[in-house]
């Protein structure tokens, strides 16, 4: 499933193509013909992202709603639009370009107490600029909590746009284990946690991928060969079972919590 940054990615790229744009709207599939009817011949005014919930905000306060999920995906390109090839539950043109979107969990027209219903029962997201006065409200969640701190940072509702490669990195590059309980976690140890996720997240949003390894440990430095993984970017812990941690050299274990991998360095973060 995309993390948050893809999602910060597309609202951007929709935006450079759409906005002040009047839309044709179709779905040629089918499942999305009558909210594809209200959209069509409306302006998109702007586009948001909070957490993996993508938003286009169109003139009359009619709100598309896509959550991508784990299949669904996004294409585009100039000019018009080709013959549909799959099920493409959405398609949106202007005189100047094309976006499709095919198999997504949620696409639907949300009104403006729903959007505000949507932020609400979600947690902050550190790529959002008004996510750190927020990020209060996530502490005190995580303070009371003695839930794994990895399945908290992996609830929505807690921090919003943190999938399992952000989560386990910034784990390690804390030092915390990802079986400790919430309510462990100091508030400095929670502050330096939030800084590290929102300086992580916006070199993903930079660069298009999700790379957490510092400059002393990268390939070039260690003298190691780079990564090559479908993710791309250079990590400590993620999808590396076995492999050599990058800072200590023992092997990195694999868990599960909660039906999903855990990935750590017992040395690196002991407990």
């Known amino acids: 499933m995309p993390e948050g940054h893809t999602i910060h990615r597309l609202a951007a790229r929709h935006a450079e193509l759409f906005a002040g744009d009047k839309l044709h709207a179709a779905s040629p599939q089918g499942r999305f013909a009558e909210g594809a009817a209200r959209l069509s011949g409306t302006v998109l005014e702007s586009t948001e992202a909070y957490g993996k919930h993508l938003l286009h ?59 505000a219903a949507l932020r609400d029962r979600l947690g902050p997201d550190p790529l959002r600029a008004d996510a750190d006065a927020d990020a209060e409200r996530a502490y005190t969640r995580i303070s009371r909590s003695p839930t794994p701190l990895a399945a908290l940072l992996l609830d929505q509702s807690v921090v919003a746009g943190t999938g399992l490669i952000f989560v386990t990195e910034a784990l390690f590059r804390a030092g915390l284990p990802p079986r400790m309980p919430g309510r462990a976690l100091s508030r400095a140890g929670w502050d330096a946690l939030w800084a590290d996720l929102v300086g992580l997240m916006r070199l993903a949003v930079a ?53 999903r991998n855990l990935y750590w360095c017992r040395t690196c973060q002991p407990g």
């Open 57 to 115: 905000h169109y003139a009359g306060e009619l709100t598309l709603h896509v959550h991508l999920g784990l299949y669904g995906k996004f294409s585009d390109g100039p000019g018009e639009p080709p013959e549909p090839v799959g099920q493409v539950r959405l398609r949106l043109a202007s005189d100047r370009h094309w976006l499709d979107l095919r198999g997504p969990t949620a696409c639907d027209l949300l009104t403006p107490p729903e959007v």
């Open 207 to 259: 660069h298009g991928r999700i790379d957490t390894v510092r400059d002393v440990h990268l390939p070039e430095a260690m003298g190691r060969p780079a990564r090559v993984d479908r993710h791309g970017g250079e990590v400590y812990v993620y999808r590396r079972p076995g492999a050599p941690c990058h800072v200590c050299g023992t092997e990195v274990s694999r868990g599960e919590l909660a039906g």
